[in-house]
């Protein structure tokens, strides 16, 4: 599968998923505890693209969970996927990512990685910004909650990154 049509699927599963996720959560009132779909699917974004897809395509994401996320200002999830992306990247580098305990692992890390950002940024942007110890007693749940989703995601953009690569391959001149 080409890396723009990679992109773009990625992008799509993510705006479902977020779209799902949100009334639903709502509904039950668990919104405070919701699991970051968009930070696991920028981890499957790391190990899949190159740097420069993968940048642009976290900066998408991000816009989406932005515009899911009222309470933050604009740029402030794309910013933290970008920077969750770089860093998912250089662990990756150093320690593979390969079976479902080192995912859940990195999950658990780099969702308590993307909570610091955002109180670094909020503290930074928003002079009116004071929930830092919300934002602190909530990091470790949420990314436990976070990380059982982590397989599941990983598994849906798998087969949705294969369904492609044998679409290609099926309708290929020369292979």
Known sequence: MNTLSQALSVI????LMLAVESPLLQEVHLSSFAPDLALVAVLWVALHLSLVAGVL????IGFLKDGFVM???LGMNMEISVVVLLL???LASKVPVRGV????VTTVFLTMVGALMFVLLSLLFDKHFVA?????RLMVPVALVTAPFAPVVFYLLDRLDGLFARARQRDSLFG
């Open 12 to 15: 799509l599963l993510v705006f």
């Open 57 to 60: 395509t976290a900066l998408v």
């Open 71 to 73: 309470a933050v200002p």
């Open 88 to 90: 998912a990247r250089y």
């Open 101 to 104: 305990v080192s995912l859940v």
């Open 132 to 136: 830092y110890r919300v934002v602190f």
